[in-house]
């Protein structure tokens, strides 16, 4: 059993920054795909970004793409997602999960198998 325990999160103005962290508590995490979902109130949860267990490849939704950064380091069990130039729609939960997968960085919810309890991300606009 992996536990994911994400921080980072909080109140911010739109235009402003933050960046979450998710620890994962087996060192075993590093040899597979990590990824970043959220869920706005009263909507599904949706994919944000995703990173292979090297960190080679990396994928974001189209809506984060050049203010989101997600990266990983591998020797602290720890997955980053650095959040930029923040709107007021991506106010959410955010929820890091960890893959099954040992290539790739999937976009799937279903092959995710791992989550933390979120953290939530509230920007004022």
């Known amino acids: 059993q992996v536990q994911l325990v994400e921080s980072g999160g909080g109140l911010v103005q739109a235009g402003g920054s933050l960046r979450l962290s998710c620890a994962a508590s087996?060192?075993?995490?590093?040899?597979?795909?990590m990824g970043w979902f959220r869920q706005a109130p009263g909507k599904e949860r949706e994919f944000v970004a995703t990173?292979?267990?090297?960190?080679?490849?990396?994928d974001y939704t189209d809506s984060v793409k050049g203010r989101f950064t997600i990266s990983r380091d591998n020797a602290k069990n720890t997955v980053y997602l650095q959040l930029m130039s923040l709107k007021a729609e991506d106010t959410a939960v955010y929820y890091c999960a960890v893959s099954r997968m040992t290539i790739g960085s999937p976009r799937l919810e279903a092959l995710y198998d791992y989550w933390g309890q979120g953290t939530q991300v509230t920007v004022s606009s």
């Open positions: 087996r060192r075993t995490f590093s040899r597979y795909a």
């Open positions: 990173i292979s267990w090297s960190g080679g490849n990396i």
